[in-house]
């Protein structure tokens, strides 16, 4: 059987050689624990310092800036909930500012705000993504305890201007984070170039395993951590380091900062091969947001007439592996909420597919997916058309 194509880098890419070395060593004989004195528990902490030290490097921060977490979802909270807890201690206001458009795991974590006695303020955003910036100060103005806007959207690609927003936080003194999951592999992020405070970053997008990540912080005196028990990492984020995976992280992120230069235009090129085809092939077809800034490993495609869950599974039987956007929402009869806050129709939002493309990625897994995309489109209207007749 021929292999299926894989175009889901965005959802989890596969774990890298050179990652999985790594790691190897850690799970076996450097099997020590990081804070035991002993020698096989330096030799664990030096291999965890070490990893902190890459990915330190690989967005220009401090090494002493990098808290390991379990991955995105927890280093989105943390920085969340634990800026609206730090906020409330200082006798601020508990409020979490976060685009529209954000991963489920920062409106959920805003929203949890509630819960401890704060609130949460979605901004608008523009047909093409954008956060709307008269939204942005008017929230300003309530001198919240965090603003969240994701460097690229994980449905879109769509990126944000960071730089702006970053500096206007700065100059109303709000702590500003960004989730930076989608943005690492093909972008440059530098933690200095900009007032950033909080970025979130995600093992498995980068060819680390699932179960990793990190957030960096610019001072630890902006959070109040979630998680209460031993010193480890300041005591903001306690526990048992996940020593392998820190390892297999900074390998990861020393590997695309590398490949980065080469691997952005490669990908970029595809990516156009594919929409050029698809609209070919299905000229009602939609690329979401093609005229705005976007990375080049993402295509958002919305197709009137057909449902994404039946688009999913015509394009899997006919051997290409996709998704309707962000994995945590997989399965959701709903339509995406980026679409809906980018003002798309419900009709049309309720049939799109998201391909991601990534360093396995090839010329013939773009024309395997051209080729299949017509026919998912063809059997999925007819799948809605039956219902509806």
């Known amino acids: 059987m021929t292999e299926p194509a894989y175009l889901d880098h965005a959802a989890s890419a596969p774990v890298r050689a050179e990652v999985r070395d790594a790691m190897l060593p850690l799970l076996g004989e450097l099997h020590g624990n990081p804070s035991s004195a002993h020698a ?10 070490r990893a902190r030290r890459e990915v330190a490097a690989a967005v220009h921060a401090d090494p002493a800036q990098v808290f390991f977490t379990s991955g995105g979802t927890e280093a989105d909270n943390l920085a969340v909930l634990g800026a609206v807890l730090a906020a409330r201690r200082n ?17 959920a974590a805003a929203h949890a705000a509630a819960s401890l006695g704060g609130t949460d303020v979605v901004l608008p955003v523009t047909t093409s993504g954008a956060v709307e910036m008269a939204s942005l100060d008017e929230a300003l103005a309530q001198h919240p305890a965090v603003v969240s806007v994701m460097w690229v959207n994980n449905e879109t690609g769509v ?4 730089a702006a927003l970053a500096f206007r ?32 970053i995600s093992g498995h997008k980068l060819g680390a395993p699932k179960g990793i990540g990190a957030l960096v912080v610019r001072s630890r005196a902006l959070l109040e951590p979630l998680v209460h028990g031993g010193a480890q990492q300041f005591a ?16 990861a992120m020393r590997i695309a900062a590398a490949e ?10 595809l990516r156009d091969a594919l929409e050029r085809q698809v609209l070919a092939a299905v000229p009602d077809a939609q690329i979401v947001a093609a005229e705005a800034p976007r990375v080049p490993h993402i295509s958002a495609i919305v197709v009137p007439g057909a449902d994404t869950a039946a688009l999913l ?12 956007g962000s994995a945590c929402t997989t399965g959701s009869p709903e339509p995406s909420h980026v679409l809906q806050a980018m003002g798309l129709p419900r009709e049309l939002s309720l049939g799109f597919v998201r391909f991601s493309l990534g360093r396995e990625t090839t010329a013939a897994d773009i024309a395997a997916a051209a080729a299949a995309f ?7 209207r007819r799948s809605a058309g039956a219902l509806h007749g």
């Open 260 to 269: 980065r230069m080469s691997e952005a235009p490669r990908l970029a090129a």
């Open 91 to 107: 006798g601020r206001a508990p409020i979490a500012v976060v685009s529209a458009v954000e991963h489920k795991a920062v409106l």
């Open 313 to 324: 599974m015509h394009l899997d039987r006919l051997g290409i592996c996709a998704s309707g």
């Open 236 to 251: 903001l984020r306690p526990g048992t380091e996940n020593v392998a995976g820190a390892v297999g992280l900074g390998v």
């Open 159 to 162: 990126t944000a201007d960071i």
């Open 374 to 380: 017509p026919e998912a489109v063809a059997r999925a």
């Open 40 to 49: 096989a528990g330096r030799a664990a902490k030096t291999a965890l310092e």
């Open 169 to 200: 936080c700065a100059a109303a003194d709000v702590p500003f984070h960004s989730d930076a999951v989608q943005a690492l592999r093909y972008l440059r992020v530098p933690f200095t170039d900009a007032p950033l405070d909080l970025l979130t």
